[in-house]
């Protein structure tokens, strides 16, 4: 029996190691997860120095937005990152996670009497977290002027992060 479990083992250890091969670079996994944590670091050390991969600039810090959200831009050569801060301890962060439903992954917010088109998919049955889709609108101005700065600087390859 536990030849059996070894075996069995052994195969799913195989298997789920030969799912990274097409077109899924470790490396940037990697980084993209340091990434964020970034935000714990600042918050634990005053710095996310120690975590910050090798060849990443910081290149913009929002203000706090929408339900105490932020984000962060790095720049490495042709890439750009998107960083964005995960949950914290204020209630109105959590607000947005308990605002769970699902919603269509396209469609409209209306937000103080203006509607506000989005798409997260173009899958018909597709759908998307309220609270994430609610502070994605909300930030999308901000966002927008981000990613037109980085491909102002030739950058187009642009990775979006959310612990």
């Not at 060849?55 to 750009?80: C, I, R």
């Not at 962060?93 to 997260?120: D, R």
Request: contains cysteine; charged residues 15%.
């Amino acid at each position: 029996m536990r030849v059996l479990v070894f075996i069995l083992f052994l195969f799913q250890t195989i298997f789920s190691f030969a799912q990274l091969d097409s077109g899924f670079n470790t490396n940037e996994a990697k980084q993209t997860i340091a990434m964020c944590n970034s935000f714990n670091f600042i918050k634990q050390f005053d710095s996310a120095h120690g975590i910050i991969p090798e060849g990443f600039n910081l290149s913009y810090t929002s203000d706090v937005l929408s339900m105490d959200n932020k984000f962060q831009v790095y720049e490495n050569g042709k890439v750009g990152i998107i960083n964005y801060r995960g949950s914290t301890n204020k209630v109105i962060s959590w607000v947005e996670n308990c605002y769970s439903a699902m919603i269509p992954a396209k469609g409209s917010i209306t937000i103080e009497g203006k509607p506000s088109e989005y798409a997260f998919s173009n899958v018909k049955d597709a759908a998307v977290h309220a609270g994430y889709g609610l502070t994605i609108v909300i930030l999308s101005e901000t966002i927008k002027a981000q990613i037109n700065a980085l491909n102002s600087k030739g950058i187009y390859n642009i990775i979006i992060t959310r612990p």
